[in-house]
């Protein structure tokens, strides 16, 4: 986002349960916490944005663009549509080794970015590995609850039925080899959602926006520009 700051007044914001805002009781959804972005738009007084999206930001900025399209004003997005068997298998066992371990960061660090970091980039790289991981266990440490909370979000997931209803410009990304969130989900994406162009980074898997972060910022930036409005970009 520091490359996009450049030319866009950046937020990224904590959804509930994680960083600095408060944990609440029940069930999560990824159309909850799109109202809840709705929300703290409002509150702030931003009547349209760009939303960038990476993962659950991703999937959250679906409901978004569908529910409240008049106040995104384009949607890059590193995501997924629907939750399938195999993505449900996976958040399954990151479900199990942070109760395990107790620990949602250690759990981030061992279990899943193995899963969005190709094995060429831990070894050209250890020290930027390390790097990341030192930034998730600097960050304010989300609970196994709040975990558990946000993960169920991330096994329904399923704005399939919402594609239809985004109006706003959509850039598409995936890295391609990545596993969780393949290129299998491309077509029903590319397809259902109009206004929409798709991109994949090679060399990369599941985080481009971390692996190859020269091309990345390049692509999503000229994105970004040629859909420029009187907007904020907002990550969730």
């Given at each position: 986002?520091?490359?996009?700051?450049?030319?866009?007044?950046?937020?990224?914001?904590?959804?509930?349960?994680?960083?600095?805002?408060?944990?609440?009781?029940?069930?999560?959804?990824?159309?909850?916490?799109?109202?809840?972005?709705?929300?703290?738009?409002?509150?702030?007084?931003?009547?349209?944005?760009?939303?960038?999206?990476?993962?659950?930001?991703?999937?959250?900025?679906?409901?978004?663009?569908?529910?409240?399209?008049?106040?995104?004003?384009?949607?890059?997005?590193?995501?997924?549509?629907?939750?399938?068997?195999?993505?449900?298998?996976?958040?399954?066992?990151?479900?199990?080794?942070?109760?395990?371990?107790?620990?949602?960061?250690?759990?981030?660090?061992?279990?899943?970015?193995?899963?969005?970091?190709?094995?060429?980039?831990?070894?050209?790289?250890?020290?930027?590995?390390?790097?990341?991981?030192?930034?998730?266990?600097?960050?304010?440490?989300?609970?196994?609850?709040?975990?558990?909370?946000?993960?169920?979000?991330?096994?329904?997931?399923?704005?399939?039925?919402?594609?239809?209803?985004?109006?706003?410009?959509?850039?598409?990304?995936?890295?391609?080899?990545?596993?969780?969130?393949?290129?299998?989900?491309?077509?029903?994406?590319?397809?259902?959602?109009?206004?929409?162009?798709?991109?994949?980074?090679?060399?990369?898997?599941?985080?481009?926006?971390?692996?190859?972060?020269?091309?990345?910022?390049?692509?999503?930036?000229?994105?970004?520009k040629r859909h420029a409005v009187s907007a904020i970009a907002a990550a969730p």
């Amino acid at each position: 986002m520091a490359e996009d700051a450049k030319d866009f007044t950046c937020i990224s914001l904590d959804l509930r349960g994680t960083g600095e805002s408060e944990q609440t009781e029940g069930e999560y959804s990824t159309e909850v916490l799109a109202d809840d972005v709705a929300a703290f738009m409002r509150a702030l007084g931003i009547q349209k944005a760009h939303i960038s999206g990476l993962s659950l930001g991703a999937a959250i900025g679906m409901w978004l663009a569908a529910k409240h399209p008049d106040i995104v004003a384009s949607l890059p997005c590193t995501g997924w549509s629907k939750t399938d068997p195999f993505l449900k298998t996976i958040i399954e066992g990151f479900q199990a080794m942070a109760k395990a371990t107790g620990s949602v960061p250690e759990m981030v660090v061992l279990a899943l970015f193995p899963w969005c970091l190709t094995p060429e980039l831990y070894a050209a790289k250890p020290e930027y590995i390390q790097s990341l991981a030192d930034f998730v266990r600097s960050r304010p440490a989300q609970s196994v609850e709040s975990f558990m909370q946000q993960s169920n979000a991330v096994l329904s997931h399923d704005a399939e039925a919402q594609l239809g209803r985004i109006k706003a410009p959509t850039l598409i990304t995936f890295g391609l080899h990545d596993v969780a969130t393949s290129t299998r989900f491309a077509d029903r994406m590319k397809g259902k959602i109009k206004n929409s162009e798709q991109l994949v980074f090679e060399g990369c898997a599941y985080a481009p926006i971390y692996e190859n972060v020269e091309e990345f910022n390049d692509k999503t930036l000229q994105f970004l520009k040629r859909h420029a409005v009187s907007a904020i970009a907002a990550a969730p």
